[in-house]
Nanobody, 122 residues
């Protein structure tokens, strides 16, 4: 059974940094595009960043470009999100996702994690 498990969420002050990790199991992680989404209270889930399989081409939402870095370690079946210069509007539940390709990841991911809370305080 395919599974994604996030970790690393927590509380941080505005301007601070936080690292998220997502570990996959039950499927061949290296063959899948991986990504991060987030959902703030009362808002729809939104795309944050993605990284393709193989060439590891990264893509970011405009709101996080230059502040967040997505990476993956296929040997560890893991996906990472390095978040820096955090803003209050970055506070949300962050979800990792896997898709058979980048298009599927962005439209209808094959698998979702359970989410990890990120709180940003001023």
């Amino acid at each position: 059974q395919a599974q994604l498990v996030e970790s690393g969420g927590g509380s941080v002050q505005v301007g601070g940094a936080l690292n998220l990790t997502c570990t996959g199991s039950g499927f061949t992680v290296e063959n899948y595009a991986l990504g991060w989404y987030r959902q703030a209270p009362g808002q729809q889930r939104e795309f944050v960043a993605a990284i393709s399989a193989g060439l590891e081409i990264a893509d970011y939402a405009a709101s996080v470009k230059g502040r967040f870095i997505i990476s993956r370690d296929d040997a560890k079946k893991s996906l990472y999100l390095r978040m820096s210069s955090l803003r209050s509007e970055d506070a949300a539940v962050y979800f990792c996702a896997a898709g058979a390709n980048s298009r599927i990841l962005r439209t209808a991911p094959n698998c979702w994690g359970q989410g990890t809370q990120v709180t940003v305080s001023s």
